[in-house]
C-alpha cells in the first residue's frame, strides 16, 4: 500500500469514531435528532466524496453500478418495508415522499451506503481500473432490475398491497445470504477475491454498528414491527437480530458479492 494511502485508509478507519462525536458534541442544540439526512452527509456522503476525490478513475463506474444497484431495489424494498412495518424514519426534509409512502432520504442512503461501499474495496483493495464502464454481465442486471421494477408498479396499481410477517428476515435472504453464499462458494475461484471482500466487509461491520447505535440514540431509524425473529441489545440501545445480521455483518459483503459478479473480474 503507497503512503498516500495509508494516510487515507487511517482516516477513513477513524471517521466512523469522528462522525460519532460530532453528533455527540452538538447533541445539545438537536442538530441530529431525528434528522436522517444529515446523518447521511456525515456518516456516507463526506469519507465517500473524500475517496471518490482521492481515487477518481473509480468514480464514473462506481456512479453507475451504485445507481443501478441502489435506487431500483431500494423503491421496491423501502415500498413494502414501510407497508409491513418493518422499520420507521422520522419526518423528511423533503416536502414529499415517492408513492406517498417512500422517504427521499432512503433512496439516498441506500445510493451513498453501495457507493461507499465499492469505491473503498477499489481504492484500498482491488484497484481494477477498466477502459470501459459496462460490463457484458451487467445487461443481465440492467433487465432484471427493469423487470422486477415494472413488476412492482404493476402490483402496486392493481392489486391491494398488504403487510407481510417477518418481512425484514425474508427480503435479507434473498437480497444478502444468497448472493454472499454464492460468491463464496461457486463464483469465485480466486482466494484474494474472497480476503478483499472480507476485509472490506470487517471495516464496514466497524462502521455499520458504530452507525446504528447512534441512529437509535437520536432517532435516525427505528423498528416498530413484532413480526422480527429477535432482538439484540447493546450500550442502552435494541434492535432486531434482522439488522445485526442482514445490515451490519452482510450488507457490505452482499454489494461486493454482486459487483463481482456482475461488473468486475472475479480477479
Given at each position: 500500500?503507497?503512503?498516500?494511502?495509508?494516510?487515507?485508509?487511517?482516516?477513513?478507519?477513524?471517521?466512523?469514531?469522528?462522525?460519532?462525536?460530532?453528533?455527540?458534541?452538538?447533541?445539545?442544540?438537536?442538530?441530529?435528532?431525528?434528522?436522517?439526512f444529515v446523518s447521511i452527509i456525515l456518516f456516507l456522503v463526506l469519507p465517500a466524496i473524500y475517496l471518490s476525490l482521492r481515487g477518481k478513475q473509480y468514480v464514473l463506474k462506481t456512479l453507475l453500478v451504485s445507481l443501478l444497484f441502489s435506487i431500483p431495489t431500494m423503491i421496491v424494498v423501502e415500498y413494502?418495508?414501510?407497508?409491513?412495518?418493518?422499520?420507521?424514519?422520522?419526518?423528511?426534509?423533503?416536502?414529499?415522499?415517492?408513492?406517498?409512502?417512500?422517504?427521499?432520504?432512503?433512496?439516498?442512503?441506500?445510493?451513498?451506503?453501495?457507493?461507499?461501499?465499492?469505491?473503498?474495496?477499489?481504492?484500498?483493495?482491488?484497484?481494477?481500473?477498466?477502459?470501459?464502464?459496462?460490463?457484458?454481465?451487467?445487461?443481465?442486471?440492467?433487465?432484471?432490475?427493469?423487470?422486477?421494477?415494472?413488476?412492482?408498479?404493476?402490483?402496486?396499481?392493481?392489486?391491494?398491497?398488504?403487510?407481510?410477517?417477518?418481512?425484514?428476515?425474508?427480503?435479507?435472504?434473498?437480497?444478502?445470504?444468497?448472493?454472499?453464499?454464492?460468491?463464496?462458494?461457486?463464483?469465485?475461484?480466486?482466494?484474494?477475491?474472497?480476503?478483499?471482500?472480507?476485509?472490506?466487509?470487517?471495516?464496514?461491520?466497524?462502521?455499520?454498528?458504530?452507525?446504528?447505535?447512534?441512529?437509535?440514540?437520536?432517532?435516525?431509524?427505528?423498528?416498530?414491527?413484532?413480526?422480527?425473529?429477535?432482538?439484540?441489545?447493546?450500550?442502552?440501545?435494541?434492535?432486531?437480530?434482522?439488522?445485526?445480521?442482514?445490515?451490519?455483518?452482510?450488507?457490505?459483503?452482499?454489494?461486493?458479492?454482486?459487483?463481482?459478479?456482475?461488473?468486475?473480474?472475479?480477479?
Amino acid at each position: 500500500m503507497k503512503k498516500n494511502e495509508k494516510f487515507d485508509l487511517t482516516l477513513i478507519l477513524l471517521w466512523p469514531i469522528f462522525a460519532s462525536f460530532i453528533a455527540i458534541l452538538f447533541e445539545e442544540n438537536n442538530v441530529f435528532h431525528q434528522n436522517f439526512f444529515v446523518s447521511i452527509i456525515l456518516f456516507l456522503v463526506l469519507p465517500a466524496i473524500y475517496l471518490s476525490l482521492r481515487g477518481k478513475q473509480y468514480v464514473l463506474k462506481t456512479l453507475l453500478v451504485s445507481l443501478l444497484f441502489s435506487i431500483p431495489t431500494m423503491i421496491v424494498v423501502e415500498y413494502f418495508g414501510q407497508i409491513s412495518n418493518a422499520w420507521s424514519f422520522p419526518i423528511s426534509v423533503f416536502p414529499f415522499k415517492l408513492f406517498d409512502i417512500i422517504l427521499l432520504e432512503v433512496l439516498f442512503w441506500a445510493f451513498f451506503n453501495i457507493y461507499y461501499i465499492i469505491i473503498f474495496y477499489e481504492y484500498f483493495l482491488d484497484h481494477h481500473i477498466t477502459k470501459h464502464l459496462w460490463e457484458p454481465r451487467m445487461k443481465y442486471l440492467f433487465w432484471l432490475s427493469l423487470m422486477i421494477f415494472v413488476g412492482f408498479l404493476f402490483f402496486i396499481f392493481n392489486f391491494t398491497v398488504s403487510p407481510i410477517p417477518y418481512f425484514y428476515f425474508f427480503f435479507g435472504i434473498i437480497l444478502f445470504a444468497i448472493p454472499v453464499i454464492l460468491q463464496f462458494t461457486i463464483y469465485s475461484h480466486a482466494k484474494k477475491v474472497l480476503v478483499k471482500i472480507l476485509k472490506t466487509g470487517a471495516y464496514f461491520f466497524y462502521f455499520s454498528f458504530l452507525y446504528e447505535i447512534l441512529a437509535l440514540h437520536y432517532g435516525w431509524w427505528g423498528f416498530p414491527s413484532q413480526t422480527y425473529i429477535g432482538w439484540f441489545s447493546i450500550l442502552g440501545t435494541k434492535f432486531p437480530l434482522e439488522e445485526l445480521v442482514w445490515w451490519i455483518m452482510l450488507f457490505a459483503l452482499a454489494v461486493l458479492s454482486d459487483y463481482e459478479f456482475f461488473d468486475c473480474d472475479e480477479k
